[in-house]
């Protein structure tokens, strides 16, 4: 991290820490500051899932052979999640691009380290659609002035997210934005199933209320 002065506030983003090490949150705590402040995204777990399958398609194929987390991907997003092995099918809690939705568990050592006003839980999905109310969100949440606009925001229709309009204009890079591949009805259903009770208490948890939590979303 860079020295930071008092009028300054430096912000480091490694979506992996959310879920490993896992002593990451006491690792933070402990040597940067137990005042740092967290913030958190979390959006539909089960199109993460596939976002996550797309992000390690595309890496290079030198990483496969060098990272155990990327030997596990198969040729098609359901080999890859799909348990056929079980008796009456299921799903790969243990591949990691299933077990990073588990939010629950994983959010549970974030509180653990950090008192609750401390951990700021964004919308991924109200983020990606409308990202103004979000930014507000955490601007109020480390104490800033407000800054952002909804003109400094527009819709590319062609990428379908939201670029920045100033102070240039900006959008995320190719690699964000991918067009996702049709799952399988059944496998689409089991993954359903088996995030429905870890999503109901992320509200009990985070004080947010997620529709995608609610109920199985449409492909």
């Known amino acids: 991290m860079p020295y930071t002065t008092t009028s300054q506030i430096t912000m480091e983003k ?17 040597t940067l500051s137990p005042d740092t402040k967290i913030i958190i995204t979390l959006c539909d777990p089960m199109r993460r899932a596939v976002s996550d399958y797309l992000e390690m398609l595309w890496r290079d194929s030198d990483h496969f052979s060098k990272d155990p987390t990327y030997s596990t991907v198969k040729d098609t997003f359901e080999r890859t999640v799909d348990d056929f092995h079980l008796q009456f099918g299921g799903i ?19 509180y653990d380290a950090f008192p609750s006003d401390q951990i700021l839980i964004l919308d991924g999905t109200h ?19 407000p800054f952002f606009r909804r003109d400094h925001f527009s819709y590319n229709e062609e990428r379908g997210l939201f670029c920045v309009e100033f102070p240039s204009n900006a959008c995320l ?20 199933e088996f995030y429905k009770p ?20 449409e492909q």
């Open 173 to 192: 890079s190719h690699a964000k934005g991918r067009e996702h591949p049709v799952v399988a009805k059944e496998t689409w259903q089991k993954m359903c």
């Open 198 to 217: 870890y999503n109901k208490v992320i509200a009990d948890i985070t004080g947010r209320t997620f529709e995608w939590a609610k109920t199985c979303t």
């Open 127 to 145: 983020l990606s659609k409308d990202p103004y109310p979000e930014l507000r969100r955490v601007e109020r949440f480390l104490g800033l002035s």
């Open 14 to 30: 490694t979506p992996t820490y959310f879920y490993r090490p896992f002593n990451t949150p006491d690792l933070i705590k402990e």
């Open 92 to 110: 790969q809690s243990l591949q990691e691009i299933i077990d990073v939705g588990i939010y629950v568990k994983h959010l549970m050592r974030w």
